[in-house]
């Protein structure tokens, strides 16, 4: 048995999605499970369990550059790819039209969402591109919602919590102090979490014998974590690093070698939930539910704080203590 997967972004959509390559798996024991992404994300796609071949698929560059020549060669390059295998199913786990295309040019039957769910982005060409389109609660957990249409898709019963199968090349000692990662960095400005109050964060961190780690994506993102680590460096040398630019998979790994993270609403901070590691994660809207850990997924020790506009020191430290007691 074949399957081909379509979930070519964003980064936290992709970790979301990778449960679902797990249930298939369980399934359908042998099943050769095969995955259509973006370039700059195939490095985590990489690293799931039970993925056979990552097809990249470069749109947002391709969408530039559409009709040049060099372009439209590569996309009959992936559209010969595409159709080179039978799959017996094909499935579109992002619901856009894009995804649908890409689905649809595949060979095999395809499947995909019939309808929008709170909080994601759904255009409606999508459900008649496909060949099966299937109905989803709308109010559903963005991993739930990729595991229900698989198991839908395929005609199987979810069974057990979620398991993302994600590899990462953990340390085989322990450190001295442990580590903790601040994922202050997102793609949206109203996901920020004040600078102030990482800084105000990272000195209780320190005082309890935590040593700070601080990845970036960006320019942006590595100035704000130049500008943190510099207001923890006082007094406190050696227990604070930037980290310096990594490619994903590198990221991955560095995240597995931490101790715990507390992070904004992001792809990375929801690596650290497939990682299973010690994580509070900070909302500024009340979304928690839709992308967060939850305790109905098995997440004993990874939290959600939320409020408008973002939650205080308190709180977020408050689960901090709760998850690192556990």
């Given at each position: 048995m074949r399957v081909l997967i379509v979930k070519l972004s964003s980064l936290g959509d992709v970790v979301h999605s990778l449960p679902?390559?797990?249930?298939?798996?369980t399934a359908f024991p042998g099943v050769q499970v095969d995955w259509v992404v973006e370039p700059a994300f195939a490095p985590l796609v990489r690293r799931a369990d039970g993925v056979s071949e990552v097809i990249e698929c470069p749109l947002r560059r391709w969408r530039q550059a559409w009709w040049t020549g060099p372009v439209r060669a590569e996309w009959a390059k992936l559209r010969a790819r595409l159709q080179s295998v039978q799959y017996d199913a094909v499935i579109d786990l992002q619901g856009l039209t894009k995804s649908a295309w890409i689905a649809r040019t595949a060979k095999g039957r395809s499947h995909g969402l019939?309808?929008?769910?709170?909080?994601s982005s759904f255009e409606w060409p999508a459900g008649f591109l496909v060949d099966n389109a299937i109905k989803v609660e709308p109010h559903i957990h963005a991993m739930d919602r990729a595991r229900v249409l698989v198991s839908k898709a395929l005609g199987f019963e979810l069974k057990g919590p979620p398991r993302y199968g994600l590899?990462?090349?953990r340390p085989t000692a322990r450190p001295e102090k442990p580590t903790v990662a601040f994922v202050h960095g997102t793609s949206r400005d109203d996901k920020l979490w004040p600078q102030a109050q990482w800084v105000s964060l990272g000195k209780r961190m320190i005082d309890a014998g935590w040593r700070i780690a601080l990845p970036h994506g960006s320019e942006a993102e590595q100035t704000r974590a130049e500008m943190?680590?510099?207001?923890?460096?006082?007094?406190r040398m050696n227990l604070v690093e930037v980290w310096p630019s990594l490619k994903l998979d590198a990221v991955v790994d560095r995240l597995a070698a931490t101790q715990g993270v507390v992070g904004v609403d992001s792809g990375l901070s929801h690596i650290a939930v497939a990682l299973n590691l010690p994580h509070v994660q900070i909302y500024n809207f009340p979304t928690a539910w839709r992308t967060g850990p939850q305790a109905a997924h098995g997440n004993r020790d990874q939290l959600c704080v939320e409020a408008p506009g973002g939650p205080g020191l308190e709180p977020v430290w408050a689960a901090w203590l709760k998850v690192v007691d556990l």
């Amino acid at each position: 048995m074949r399957v081909l997967i379509v979930k070519l972004s964003s980064l936290g959509d992709v970790v979301h999605s990778l449960p679902a390559v797990q249930d298939i798996r369980t399934a359908f024991p042998g099943v050769q499970v095969d995955w259509v992404v973006e370039p700059a994300f195939a490095p985590l796609v990489r690293r799931a369990d039970g993925v056979s071949e990552v097809i990249e698929c470069p749109l947002r560059r391709w969408r530039q550059a559409w009709w040049t020549g060099p372009v439209r060669a590569e996309w009959a390059k992936l559209r010969a790819r595409l159709q080179s295998v039978q799959y017996d199913a094909v499935i579109d786990l992002q619901g856009l039209t894009k995804s649908a295309w890409i689905a649809r040019t595949a060979k095999g039957r395809s499947h995909g969402l019939a309808n929008q769910t709170e909080g994601s982005s759904f255009e409606w060409p999508a459900g008649f591109l496909v060949d099966n389109a299937i109905k989803v609660e709308p109010h559903i957990h963005a991993m739930d919602r990729a595991r229900v249409l698989v198991s839908k898709a395929l005609g199987f019963e979810l069974k057990g919590p979620p398991r993302y199968g994600l590899r990462a090349a953990r340390p085989t000692a322990r450190p001295e102090k442990p580590t903790v990662a601040f994922v202050h960095g997102t793609s949206r400005d109203d996901k920020l979490w004040p600078q102030a109050q990482w800084v105000s964060l990272g000195k209780r961190m320190i005082d309890a014998g935590w040593r700070i780690a601080l990845p970036h994506g960006s320019e942006a993102e590595q100035t704000r974590a130049e500008m943190i680590g510099a207001a923890l460096q006082f007094d406190r040398m050696n227990l604070v690093e930037v980290w310096p630019s990594l490619k994903l998979d590198a990221v991955v790994d560095r995240l597995a070698a931490t101790q715990g993270v507390v992070g904004v609403d992001s792809g990375l901070s929801h690596i650290a939930v497939a990682l299973n590691l010690p994580h509070v994660q900070i909302y500024n809207f009340p979304t928690a539910w839709r992308t967060g850990p939850q305790a109905a997924h098995g997440n004993r020790d990874q939290l959600c704080v939320e409020a408008p506009g973002g939650p205080g020191l308190e709180p977020v430290w408050a689960a901090w203590l709760k998850v690192v007691d556990l």
